[in-house]
């Protein structure tokens, strides 16, 4: 078998696959950019800059704000995306609240968010529960996967213009009847994706570039609601590469201008970020990636808690 080529042995196809290479650019001058950087800069400029340009000048480290949504969702995801790299025999052999429990210590206390135990044995059941939910249904993950073979997937959107999309998808399913792929991205949250989101065409373009077999599947499953993934409408490839592409030069401009203005003088999403700035939020450590994470101060979460009230 030639070397990198996918394997199928009747049980499973786990973590072999052609890995595309880079071709010729450089990718350490690149743009890179990613469904959550395109999504920042689309909500703030401001709030695109600080978190994934600007460098703490004490540490040099980027900075995170942490939540107890965020945690909940990192965790959930990380549990479920560990056993794709399992043959499908051997995924369920470890109870998935067990795997969720060790995974849960990275974000346990302030680490997450959590301004006290009660929050936090909230948020931690909400997660059980839809592990509980994936374990009574497990479906797709019972079945053949695709492991893409890049630490972080990615290939060059634009060699000339010196752009890389780059994203981890949370589960390929393998569909051997026809030789394809079906994108599955698990959803934590309590609200439907938006219609005109940009995450599907965006990891539609990842994986038709990042390994060799067409995509011919797209699903969300809604973990909080659904047994099943829901099924998606697959984009036009180069109807979403031209739409890509056009915001990712604008953000290309932006860095290159140093131009990164909240254009409503101060918003939600970037206001957060503009505390951790100023010393109103918390320091609580740094992350596996060596982000310097932060929580919210105080103050900052009696306005939000207000805000929601109101």
Excluded at 14 to 24: A, G, H, K, Q, R
Excluded at 25 to 49: E, N, Q
Aim: charged residues 25%; aromatic residues 10%.
């Amino acid at each position: 078998m030639m070397r990198g080529a996918p394997r199928l042995d009747g049980l499973y196809l786990c973590d072999e696959s052609v890995t595309m290479s880079i071709m010729s650019g450089d990718k350490y001058t690149a743009v890179w950019v990613s469904h959550t950087s395109i999504g920042d800069f689309l909500k703030c400029p401001r709030a695109y800059f600080l978190k994934n340009v600007y460098r703490d000048p004490n540490t040099g480290h980027k900075i995170k704000l942490m939540s107890p949504h965020l945690a909940l969702g990192q965790t959930v995801h990380e549990t479920l995306e560990s056993l794709s790299v399992l043959p499908k025999d051997e995924r369920f052999r470890e109870p998935l609240a067990v795997r969720f429990d060790r995974v849960w210590e990275k974000v346990k206390g302030k680490k997450g968010g959590f301004p006290n135990d009660e929050q936090e044995n909230q948020y931690k059941a909400r997660g059980k529960e839809m592990l509980w939910r994936v374990t009574q249904n497990p479906g797709p993950l019972t079945r053949l996967a695709v492991k893409i073979q890049q630490d972080l997937p990615h290939f060059w959107l634009s060699e000339e213009e010196n752009i890389i999309l780059c994203g981890r998808i949370d589960w390929l399913e393998y569909l051997p009847e026809i030789e394809s792929v079906h994108i599955i991205d698990f959803k934590t949250g309590r609200h439907e994706e938006d219609a005109d989101s940009l995450q599907l065409p965006i990891y539609y373009l990842l994986v038709s570039q990042c390994q060799p077999r067409p995509v011919t599947r797209a699903s969300y499953w809604y973990l909080a609601n659904d047994d099943e993934p829901a099924q998606q409408t697959l984009p036009v490839r180069e109807e979403a590469r031209a739409k890509v592409l056009g915001i990712a030069q604008r953000i290309k401009v932006a860095r290159q201008l140093g131009t990164f203005s909240c254009p409503d003088g101060g918003c939600f999403a970037c206001r957060p970020f503009e505390a951790v700035i100023e010393g109103r939020a918390e320091l609580v450590g740094a992350d596996e990636f060596n982000y310097d994470v932060y929580v919210a101060g105080r103050a900052e979460e009696s306005a939000k808690e207000e805000s929601i009230i109101l």
